[in-house]
């Protein structure tokens, strides 16, 4: 009879480990400077999932055109909204602070106060970026090391599209093929028509008009853009923006007129979704707006779409058109309703796991 080399030990039964939780976003780079904002547009931007231009076509405009010259200008942009005492942008920090609050919550017995005393012993928090470090495999990895065989991942994605959401699912499982022994993984849904997200999204709205020194005419609701094509091809997030924003407007008591819609952060030269958000606060302001609020429902946290290209860039376009008043409210970021939604999130996810 041939011998095995596989001891009678290696059959013992194997207790379940921890439960990992691993939070995730888009990225950042690691500095606002040409180079490490090259090296984060190269990976976003050579995703067949965010561009799903043919390659033979798509190559050399990235990397004889785009690589080239849009680096330096958009690190002056990074540089404007970089913190420079941790050297890191608020995308993040937000992120970070957000696992952090998750894990002390999770460990004052959020989940179950019944077993607060082992919380701690039972779950690990971990938090990734899509793009740039720390990235999702080194999440994984790290979860697995300290022991998690459940793992369940947040992307802080309230819409999903193609670009996004799904993005995150392939880098998942890219990194699942190379690890032998695989835990079990969830991977969150969107959650735009989550009830406990809109009512943030309204609370957090109302506090912060109360905080300004004038009353809006208008809210503006802006999300990040997507080119129409994809729509076209089946990415359901056109449908679940729309869906957010007549959820809140109805939470606000609003009609459209009172608090339309755009699209921002539009890129390269095919036609995305419209009206453009630039487009739309320049006609406000010409038509007489004199105070706009802009709310960004998609953005789970404030980065250079947030920060620049509205509280900047779309402040000018409206005051230079005749408005008077502009304001961007925080994304909810790591604020106590922030984490209430992340809370909720968690817990409902976890169900049948804990």
Request: proline share 6%.
């Amino acid at each position: 009879m041939a011998s095995s080399n596989v001891s009678a030990n290696s059959n013992k039964p194997v207790p379940h480990g921890k439960i990992g939780i691993l939070l995730v976003n888009l990225g950042t780079p690691d500095a606002p400077r040409f180079w490490p904002v090259r090296q984060f547009l190269k990976e976003f931007l050579s995703d067949r999932r965010v561009i799903e231009t043919p390659r033979i076509f798509w190559w050399p405009i990235l990397h004889f055109i785009i690589l080239v010259l849009r680096p330096r200008r958009i690190a002056k942009h990074y540089a404007a909204i970089w913190n420079k005492e941790t050297g890191e942008g608020p995308l993040k920090a937000i992120t970070r602070s957000q696992a952090e609050k998750l894990a002390a919550w999770i460990g004052a017995g959020g989940l179950d106060p019944k077993r607060q005393h082992t919380a701690r012993e039972t779950f690990f928090i971990a938090w990734a970026m899509r793009y740039r470090k720390p990235d999702i495999a080194q999440g994984i990895v790290t979860l697995k090391e300290h022991g998690c065989t459940r793992i369940l991942v947040l992307p802080l994605y309230p819409q999903y599209a193609a670009a996004t959401t799904a993005s995150v699912h392939d880098k998942i499982f890219e990194t699942l093929k190379a690890i032998r022994w695989q835990p079990a993984v969830r991977i969150a849904p969107p959650y735009f028509d989550d009830r406990t997200y809109i009512d943030v999204l309204a609370t957090s709205l109302r506090a912060g008009i109360a905080r300004l020194d004038f009353v809006p005419d208008t809210i503006l609701v802006s999300f990040h853009g997507l080119p129409k094509e994809s729509v076209a091809k089946g990415d359901p997030y056109y449908g679940q923006c729309l869906e957010t924003w007549r959820l809140l407007r109805e939470d606000l008591g609003l009609g459209a007129d009172r608090c339309p819609i755009s699209f921002q952060s539009r890129f390269g030269a095919k036609e995305w979704l419209q009206p453009y958000t630039a487009a739309i606060v320049k006609s406000l302001a010409s038509q007489g707006t004199k105070g706009l609020v802009v709310i960004t429902p998609g953005f789970s946290a404030d980065c250079l779409e947030t920060l620049y290209e509205l509280d900047a860039e779309c402040c000018e376009i409206f005051l230079e058109n005749g408005g008077k008043n502009f304001a961007v409210i925080p994304c909810l970021n790591d604020s106590e309703l922030g984490m209430m939604l992340i809370h909720e999130l968690v817990a409902r996810e976890l169900k049948g796991w804990i």
